[in-house]
């Protein structure tokens, strides 16, 4: 069984950056996707981005193209998610998540993964 540990979380002023970093122990070969979701208070869980940890395609929410990037360093089993521009609205705690299905099959479908991280807290602040 994959366990996710996730860390970079914090609270930063509206227009900083943070990196957020997931760490997978154990089995990690049938892992084909992996990434992270949010939550906001009051809001759905919302897909943020994956990457596929066969071809490294990569997928992101529509409300944060162009300011995050998300990417996988194979040899550490760890995925980073680069967040920059950061809004008030991206205040969320974020979940690591990660499946073995092909990212590029609704991959925003928060109940196809079945391995999470224990979620990290971001705060921008206005």
């Known amino acids: 069984q994959v366990q996710l540990v996730e860390s970079g979380g914090g609270s930063v002023q509206a227009g900083g950056s943070l990196r957020l970093s997931c760490a997978a122990f154990?089995?990690?070969?049938?892992?084909?996707?992996m990434g992270w979701f949010r939550r906001a208070p009051g809001k759905e869980r919302e897909g943020v981005a994956v990457?596929?940890?066969?071809?490294?395609?990569?997928y992101y929410g529509d409300s944060v193209k162009g300011r995050f990037t998300i990417s996988l360093d194979n040899a550490k089993n760890t995925a980073y998610l680069q967040m920059n521009s950061l809004k008030p609205e991206d205040t969320a705690i974020y979940y690591c998540?990660?499946?073995?299905?092909?990212?590029?099959?609704?991959?925003?479908?928060?109940?196809?993964?079945?391995?999470w991280g224990q979620g990290t807290q971001v705060t921008v602040a206005s």
């Open positions: 998540a990660a499946r073995n299905v092909r990212c590029s099959l609704n991959w925003a479908f928060p109940l196809g993964y079945a391995t």
């Open positions: 154990g089995y990690t070969g049938s892992s084909d996707c």
């Open positions: 990457i596929s940890a066969d071809d490294g395609r990569t």
